[in-house]
């Protein structure tokens, strides 16, 4: 099976790594390189230099790739999955929560573990370490529960593009059997990746391993679906390791044995 991963390069690399000794050919078109803001510590607001926030949110592992102040770093992190918790122990954070979910479950998660005054106002700040551009409104369905939050961008994604010259040989002869998404953003730029070299046409013969419904939905038009179990790493991971026992066969795709959230055709 080969698969085309579109994660960045450090996330895909590591993929790559685990797809290939499980016996999988793979290849990377990472689509979106993260470009860390090393000045974002300067632009913190005065009061949370003077009065440190309760916690930080994150929401990816990049939210560490310029790294942390000490003063940040000993503060409790709540992140959004377990690879967004390892980069923050990396960074030199102690107390780490992982919501092993999506926005919605880390927005939950700070509704737990953040409290609030008796009349509903934050007794206690959040510092969320965000991306430039960012999925959901993680700040605003925390400010809209009665918590205080300040929004900081730490890092940029910067969308491809163009596809490398051998991942756009490998869809030109329809080698590629699945094709790895982890966000909306990836897939539109692999789509309109697709759309530059020519090859808009062959979407609808590709198989694509979404980490989620709304990674996916860019992709609408591809032949088949399908999605992790729950919105996180492991769980593609598992899916996409599954796959292998579904390998076209003469056209025939058999189910993979590790349950997918969502399976289908072009409707995703």
Request: glycine content about 10%.
């Amino acid at each position: 099976m080969l698969i085309l991963t579109l994660r960045p390069a450090d996330k895909a690399s590591r993929d790559a790594a685990r797809w290939r000794a499980a016996g999988f050919d793979v290849l990377a078109a990472p689509m979106l390189a993260i470009v860390p803001m090393v000045d974002w510590p300067a632009r913190l607001p005065q009061g949370l230099v003077d009065r440190p926030p309760a916690a930080l949110l994150a929401t990816s592992a990049a939210a560490f790739a310029a790294g942390l102040p000490p003063a940040l770093a000993a503060l409790p992190v709540l992140c959004v999955g377990a690879s967004t918790a390892a980069a923050a122990r990396a960074a030199g954070c102690v107390v780490v929560e992982s919501a092993d979910g999506d926005v919605a479950a880390l927005a939950a998660l700070a509704r737990r573990r953040i409290r609030t005054d008796a009349d509903g106002a934050a007794a206690s700040s959040l510092l969320y370490l965000a991306g430039r551009d960012r999925t959901g409104d993680l700040a605003g369905d925390l400010t809209r529960a009665g918590l205080a939050v300040t929004t900081v961008e730490t890092y940029a994604a910067e969308m491809a593009e163009t596809l490398p010259a051998p991942v756009v040989a490998a869809l030109a002869a329809g080698a590629v059997d699945v094709v790895v998404v982890a966000s909306a953003r990836t897939a539109r730029a692999f789509a309109a990746g697709l759309v530059r070299a020519g090859l808009a046409d062959r979407l609808a013969g590709l198989t694509v391993a979404a980490i989620s419904a709304a990674a996916a939905a860019p992709l609408a038009g591809a032949g088949r679906i399908l999605t992790a179990a729950t919105p996180d790493g492991e769980s593609l991971d598992r899916l996409v390791v599954a796959l292998g026992a579904a390998v076209p066969n003469n056209g025939a795709w058999t189910e993979p044995d590790a349950g997918p959230g969502t399976s289908g055709g072009a409707a995703g």
